[in-house]
């Protein structure tokens, strides 16, 4: 059941978000990771599959590389159902569908076989009701196994990094998602765009902010997510950064994104239009803007540098 700030609720087949940026590292696994995980702590029956052959998402929870365990590889390929791939993950409404590097061979596998971009969705649709989120974690490729999470999903989440070339590769991302909206997938939208290892002190990194407001308009998600210690550590400790350190900065801002999402489900509260719509009347995004300001964080106080921190500078306050 999904509720909103108001108390009122509803439910839903399960919502497919695919996690989606062709570039590499941007922060794709991180948002899916922590976004699951946060949707689980709110309450919310929350699947992640984890869609790239790198399998970082599988091992970010605690998973070992074990290629006897069936993984997103056997559901793709028919070998097994999703329902047989599912596992159970520290968090009680979090499950996850894990990866292997055999899943690779997947795109190369399918490539004779017809319907091969419809795998995924197939393969999802008779868990679709009992989950509210269905989180994809794609790869930084647009290949079959990108296009099949893009077939699969009612919604793009794309995160992108606050930095000078962040646009740069996006319009092949977007018309991706137009062709398969046209040929394959009349339902897909853009959930969102979300600002990764953003540092708000820069003024290189508002500038971009508003250049991608004034790209992206209402689809810019007013919360951010800062260049934050604790996530880039969770990985390795197997943990979703909320369990990991709860109170950590980065924790936090992935708890405020999951609520801006779901706040956006709920009929009457932000309704979520199914099509790309780009350039939202300026007030829209004021009103972002403004939103985004109204949380001062004690790490940001003075220091401005205009390039992102190395790993190394990160806030260590987390
Ligand atoms: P790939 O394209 O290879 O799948 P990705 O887009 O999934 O990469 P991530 O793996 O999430 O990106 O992040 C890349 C690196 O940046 C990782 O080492 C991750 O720990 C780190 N990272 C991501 N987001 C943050 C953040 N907000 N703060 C600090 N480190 C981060
Ligand atoms: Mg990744």
Redesign the pocket.
Known sequence: MLRNSSGSSYNRMGRVIAVA?Q?????????AINLAASFAAAEVNTLLVDC?P?S?TTSGLGFLKDAGRISSYHMIMGAASAEEALQTTELEQLWLIPSHKNLIGANLELVDVSGREFRMREALAPLRDRFEFIVL?C??ALDLLTVNALVAADAVLI?MQGEYFALEGISELLDTIERIRQALNPGLGIEAVVL??FDDRTNLAQQVKTELQNFFGEKLCATT?????R??EA?SHGKPALVYDPRSK?AESYIRLAKEIIEKQVPGVSPQPAGVELQAPAEVTQVLTKANTEEPRGDQATAVEEVPAP?EE?DKTA
């Open positions: 940026n570039k590499g590292g941007v922060g794709k696994t991180t948002t790239d790198q970082n974690d790869p930084p995160p990764t290892m997510v800062p260049r934050n210690i996530l880039a990985p980065g790993v990160m």
